[in-house]
């Protein structure tokens, strides 16, 4: 079609250009993609400082930074990884994809999704801004427990900069949620019942429903933090009657299923490319979508886990819940493993990734059962065995989810596809390096190194483990920067692909590549769960009508 | 909306639950209030869409909808662009930073979320 038959809207959305086009964008691709491109902004950041965190540990008694910087650094290594590039991300590819996904022209509320971009984007930037301050950064932690957050301890502007801007980050991401579950049960197109949609979108429901109910609470944690800083509150402050432990009921009350608001969308991505790429529809769809909500249920009443070693909790009750939710999670597993079995497994870089996934977060998940149990508990916390097990789940999880999800959606995004060869080469890598970081720090948690410790004497294997494990983040460095390479160079080169490289089986794979802005010049008929499949393939698309 | 109806009755439902469970395990006041407030939120959720969205009917809950259903102006019309949300957000960010640092700013920031909301929803009209 030539562009002078494009109806006006379209061509006028294509003459636009420059940052001001991207300013008052409302298109949800483009907010999309502002997301994700934000958030591996952070990833980069946020690694950068991993890597002054490995170099500091790598030998004992190491003074590459001091015990401030040291606190500052992890501190804001793991608020940009958690706040500022994981949910965001989900969020981005939530943008891009639910509305194709579904067969929607836009989100409900396009202008409200271009405001949560907007003051996530500030938000986060006023909290690495703390950097710059007189007294630095916050220092407290990603979780920032009172009173060591409070006015008394940490005075400096950065813990208020950390304060305000995590708030906004909280709104933008409860204002996110809302939209995302309005689109999804207003905006489908005709035929795409809920037992239609692809199980990414379904994962995006439950994380939406997750952070609705999760992140009020933070909200309300972080603006009683600032009252007591600032408008004479005493919330926190045992001496006025407050108390420390409402902080971290309040806090893990997000903090927890904050966890699985940050994996559940990435399970989503993991069944569309387990899906794809062993070329057979989804096994066990219904139990792939009740156990997303099974998790997202059992997450919101397992918050005192985390709080085992204050004494003041009951243990029985978390602990029994936590163990439930191993339930759900061997059920995505079953059915993940059931998807590949027989099926005919094209073996990608997004379907390395996957795999790469599997492995990683199995682990994570096992270790998980095990810190679920409070005599382990007791043993393990505050211990670098935690450490190693929530970077298992997070960094083995849902970091590898991120590559196998940009890997897989590039050439629907960009309409070019990222080099083969050199992703491969990227997986080995990171796979490599990740491991080689953090199972060392299994046996170092178990030998007693303590967490947040700015450097350490030289006991018996201590120097050793520490030493593999800044091996291993040097080599995830590298396939980083190869990653870097491959996107720059694929395009610069700028081979179409077409629409559908990788012969996917949902909606947005219907569509150009990229796609229009109203997404869509036609639609094809949505009889099941697999609409693109079905119309490419109309002699086998019966068999999965649901 | 039927499943819509469901998923947030039954989640309303299961947030109860573990409220009450918690609370005679526990006899903890925080949690039960926290997870009571959960259940309450998802059952106001559900009542919401039984009560002012019954009548709804969506092509996208029929399995045999057509495409054409969706055809045509009376689907909407979508904001291709606008420069107020970004506004908006400026002006957010300002009026936390002024609450808590310069009351002065505060309120020049309030007023300037309100004359952009204002703005926004001039923009909105048809």
Redesign the interface.
Known sequence: MSEAALPE?VT??LA?RGI??W?????HKRIGILYMCTAIGFFFTAGVMALLIRAQLAVPNQSIVTSHQYAQLFTLHGTAMIFFFVVPFAFGLANFLVPLQ?GA??MAF??????SY??F???AL?VMSGAATNGGAAATGWYAYAPLSGIKISAGLGQ?LWI?GL??AS?SSILTAINMVTTV???????????RIPIFTWEIVATS?MV??AFP?LAADLSML?IDR?FGGHFFDPAAGGSPV?YQ??FW?FGHPEVYIMILPYFGVITEIVSTFSRKPVFGYTGMVLSA?AIA?LS??V??HHMFTTGA??D??FSA?SFLIAVPTGIKFFNWIGTMWRGSIAFTTPMLFAIGFLLNFLIGGITGVMVASPPIDFHAEDSYFLVSHFHYVLGGGSLFAIFAAIFFWFPKVFGIKLNEAWGKTCFVLEFVGFNLTFFPMYFLGVMGMPRRVYTYPNLPGWGLLNSLATLGAAIMAVGVILFIANVVASVRRREPVGDDPWGGFTLEWATSSPPP??NFD??P???SERPTFDYHHPELGKESAR | ?K??VR?FLS?AI??FA?AI??WF??Y?V??TL??GI?GF??SFVAGYIVVAEREAR?????????????AGER?GT?????????G???A??IL??GA??NAPLGIAAFLAVLACLGL?IRE?RP
């Open positions: 809207p006028a959305a636009r001001l086009s300013i008052s964008t409302t298109d579904i022209p836009d396009p202008r409200l999704n271009a405001f907007w003051i984007l500030f938000g006023l208020d305000i708030l906004m709104i049960f207003i905006y489908r197109a005709p035929g795409m019942t809920m037992w429903l609705l109910m609470s600032l600032h409402l009921h309040l009350f909500f249920g919101m009443g918050w005192a909790v009951s029985p009750f819940v802005e109203h036609w639609l008929p949505i009889r | 909306m499943i819509g998923l989640s299961f947030g573990i469970a918690y395990t526990t903890e925080t949690g926290l997870l959960m939120a998802l969506l092509a996208g809950d029929r399995k045999d909808g057509t495409n054409a259903e969706a689907v979508y904001a291709l662009r606008s420069k107020w949300p970004f908006i957000a400026v957010v960010a936390l930073l808590v640092f926004l909105s």
